[in-house]
Structure formats: structure tokens, C-alpha cells
């Protein structure tokens, strides 16, 4: 047995919540990574157009995976529900990129902390998932503590804020989706029929608005790709890592990796508030992690 196998074997023993944290924290630099090229090229490209080179190459990147697979890793009896999903996954990917011209990157993954409770109530509900007190006292910390970041800027509203609003509602659907997914299909499939989905849509929104991008501008583009095929690769792996309500919670670790990002590449200095916002939301996610972690121990020694 070889280092890489060894260490996946270990990683593999984890509990699902540590793993499911591991591959969020993933997912924020991934995520974050991508939206800040997509602001730097807002300027000379309109957001349709980097959101098809996006997906496109985000295809490209797992064309590996389709050519190994063949025609049978992508069967399915769910392509309506992978349809349905590459909708909601264009649109939210338009409107965080439109954001990311308005807003600073930390007001952007403040705002998507108004998802959690819309989440984890449709979850219970459409996918049936156990309810326990510590998930409900983690979520209503991370939401105070996401209250706290965005309470500066909503003296003042505008565009960057509501498009950020809609890509959270379209976030919310596609958490749903990829978990109910996830029941049947494995992460790579779910990752490879996003682009699927996206890619045609998004070339014909793209057209009545076309660019041809530079040379240097083609480099950040398959960049964008890499890092969004990355991101939806990560996040799949959460959602089949641990329940959707969890992971929702865990995502509140995207917030300080936002706030470093914007401070790094745009000069975006936080105010204080988003540094106490961004400890209670840690707060919360490690004060989950820990909980749920106990308990898959403790199920695990009872057989229960």
C-alpha cells in the first residue's frame, strides 16, 4: 500500500462531519478564488461570457473523468432533476458574479449566510433528515453571527446586494438538489452533469453579449474552470460526507476565507465587524463539528 492510499484510508476512517468540514474549507478557497477572477475581468468581459468559459472549461477538466467512465458512469434515471439543477447553478453563478462587481467579497459570503435556516428547513422536510437541538443552537449562532458582518452595509442597498440575494435563493435550491442527488448518484457524476447542464445554457446567454477573451484573458478563464470544478467536486463529496443541515453550518467557515481573499487581492479591509461576526461563526462550526463528531463515535461503539 502505497502514502496516497494510506492516507486515504485514514481520511476515509474519519467521521463524516470532520471530513465534511475538511472539504468545505476546500470549497471556500476554491469558491472564492474563482469569484475574485471573475471580478477582475468584469471589466472587459461581460458576466455571461465568463460564466460559459467557466463551465466550459470546468468540462474540459473533467473530460478525464467522462472518457475513463464511458457512456455507463453517466447513466441515470434522475436527468430531470440534473436539468433542474443546472438552471439554479447558472443562475446562481451569474448572480455571485455579478455581486462580485458591487460588493466586497466578505459582504458577499456574509449575505450567504441567510441561507442556513431555509436550508435546513427544506431539508427536513424534502429529504427527511433527523432534526437535534445542537444543529438548530449552531445554525441560529452562525446566523447572529452573519447578522453581525452584514448589519454595516445594509444602511445602504444596492444592486450587488440583491443580486447576492438571489444567487443565495438559488443556492439554497441547488443545496437540496445536490443532497437528494447524493442518495444515488455519486460526487463525480453530480459534478459532471452540472457542466453538462451549464455549459449549453450558459453559451446561449453568452451570445447576444459576446467577447472574444484575450490570450491572457483565456488563462484566468481555464483557472475559473479549474477552480469551479474543484469546487463542486469538494462540495459534492460534503453533502455525501454528512447531512445537508451540517454542512450548511460548516459553510459559515467560507466568511474569514472571503474577508483574506478581499483584503489580499482588492485592498478590501474588513471592519470590526466582520472579525467578531467571523469568530462567532467559527465558533459555531467547530462547536458542531466537535458535537457531531462525539456522537458518530458514540453510535459507533453502541452499534447503534
Known amino acids: 500500500m502505497n502514502l496516497s492510499q494510506s492516507l486515504g484510508l485514514r481520511f476515509a476512517a474519519l467521521p463524516g462531519t470532520v471530513r465534511a468540514a475538511f472539504w468545505i474549507t476546500c470549497t471556500g478557497v476554491t469558491f472564492t478564488g474563482m469569484v475574485s477572477i ?33 457512456a455507463a458512469g453517466l447513466r441515470t434515471t434522475r436527468r430531470p432533476l440534473f436539468m433542474l439543477r443546472g438552471v439554479t447553478a447558472w443562475l446562481s453563478l451569474v448572480g455571485y458574479f455579478f455581486a462580485a462587481q458591487h460588493i466586497p467579497l466578505a459582504d458577499i459570503a456574509a449575505i450567504g449566510f441567510t441561507r442556513p435556516m431555509f436550508a435546513c428547513v427544506a431539508a427536513i422536510l424534502f429529504l427527511g433528515e433527523i432534526t437535534r437541538a445542537r444543529r438548530w443552537s449552531a445554525i441560529a449562532i452562525g446566523i447572529v453571527g452573519g447578522l453581525i458582518v452584514v448589519r454595516p452595509g445594509f444602511a445602504e442597498l444596492n444592486v450587488g446586494t440583491l443580486f447576492a440575494v438571489g444567487a443565495v435563493s438559488m443556492t439554497v435550491c441547488n443545496t437540496i438538489f445536490i443532497k437528494s442527488l447524493s442518495f444515488t448518484e455519486d460526487p463525480d457524476r453530480i459534478a459532471i452533469y452540472q457542466g453538462l447542464c451549464v ?3 450558459a453559451l446561449v446567454a453568452a451570445l447576444f453579449v459576446w467577447t472574444t477573451p484575450s490570450l491572457e484573458q483565456f488563462g484566468w478563464l481555464v483557472l475559473m474552470g479549474a477552480l469551479g470544478t474543484a469546487t463542486q467536486r469538494a462540495l459534492a463529496r460534503a453533502y455525501h460526507a454528512t447531512d445537508a443541515t451540517v454542512v450548511t453550518v460548516l459553510d459559515f467557515l467560507r466568511l474569514p476565507i472571503a474577508a483574506l481573499f478581499g483584503l489580499v487581492l482588492f485592498a478590501e479591509w474588513p471592519v470590526i465587524w466582520v472579525w467578531i461576526g467571523g469568530a462567532v461563526i467559527v465558533v459555531s462550526s467547530i ?3 466537535r458535537k457531531e463528531a462525539a456522537e458518530t463515535k458514540k453510535v459507533g461503539k453502541t452499534g447503534a
Open 38 to 70: 471573475a471580478r477582475t475581468l468584469s471589466p472587459e468581459l461581460h458576466v455571461f461570457v465568463v460564466v460559459f468559459f467557466r463551465s466550459l472549461f470546468g468540462l474540459v477538466f473533467l473530460a478525464p473523468i467522462i472518457l475513463r467512465r464511458g
Open 199 to 201: 455549459t449549453p445554457l
Open 287 to 289: 462547536m458542531l463539528t
